[in-house]
């Protein structure tokens, strides 16, 4: 192609040169380069613009680059494992299966195999952070739920939904599919706080014991009468 390039600039219009630089640059450049190259040749017919293997060459390494581009901004599985998560009052997390609605409730002896257990997906961040938090997916065990953070009423709020584990692999890190992430920051041994990547400043939370509201939801930081601070107990 370079051969090609070097033979075409020898007929540039009068008045134009090229000049060859050693610093990388994209096919993207290249084309708006040709395209240019056209205009100012007054559509007279550019060598290299009429060699059409080669145009059809450029804008499928264009499409090739787009879908590279594409893939460095996606959160990208990176391994999955079994937890259980219990909250400050040592409450559980517990399937409604009624509601569809997960519940953090007080087990007791022979109750504690209502305890959910999830697969913790972990997550590569398209973007270096500042932080040590960690991007997960979290799924109920033995089934295609995931948890998601939806806006409900115009408040995030924590939903369960069905999702195909394989489209999960890869996230674009601009598409609705993020409501599947949270940022999972460790503040001590075993214990995390679970923050919405898409609704940001909006944490997994449970009730306190003598608050009627059992149901698992979203809430700010500092929210009074709400825990955000979970143990993650590590199964396998």
């Known amino acids: 192609m370079l051969n090609q390039l070097s033979l075409s600039c020898s007929k540039l219009p009068q008045g134009l040169d090229v000049e060859i630089s050693h610093h990388p640059i994209t096919l993207r450049c290249v084309a708006n380069l040709i395209i240019v190259m056209e205009r100012l040749n007054g559509g007279k017919g550019f060598a290299l613009g009429r060699d059409e293997s080669l145009l059809n060459f450029l804008l499928e390494s264009l499409e090739s680059e787009r879908t590279e581009a594409s893939s460095r901004a996606a959160f990208s599985s990176k391994g999955e494992y079994e937890c259980s998560v219990t909250d400050s009052e040592n409450k559980c997390w517990v399937l409604n299966e009624g509601s569809m609605e997960l519940h953090a409730m007080m087990l007791q ?10 697969n913790l997906s972990t997550y590569i961040t398209p973007v270096p952070s500042e932080t040590k938090a960690r991007p997960v997916a979290l799924g109920i065990k033995g089934s295609n739920l995931y948890l998601s953070c939806i806006t409900s009423e115009g408040t995030p709020t924590l939903h369960l939904e069905v999702a195909d584990k394989e489209q999960l692999k890869s996230i674009n890190h601009e598409s609705d599919m993020v409501r599947f992430l949270f940022y999972k920051q460790d503040t001590g041994v075993d214990i995390s706080t679970l923050e919405s990547a898409h ?18 939801n979203m809430c700010q930081s500092a929210t009074p009468n709400r825990f955000t601070t979970f143990t993650v107990q590590r199964h396998n």
Do not use: C
Request: proline share 0%; net charge positive; aromatic share 14%.
């Open 199 to 216: 609704y940001r400043n909006w944490f997994i939370s449970t009730a306190l014991q003598q608050d009627n509201t059992k149901m698992v």
């Open 109 to 118: 002896g022979g109750s504690s195999y209502h305890k959910v257990h999830l």
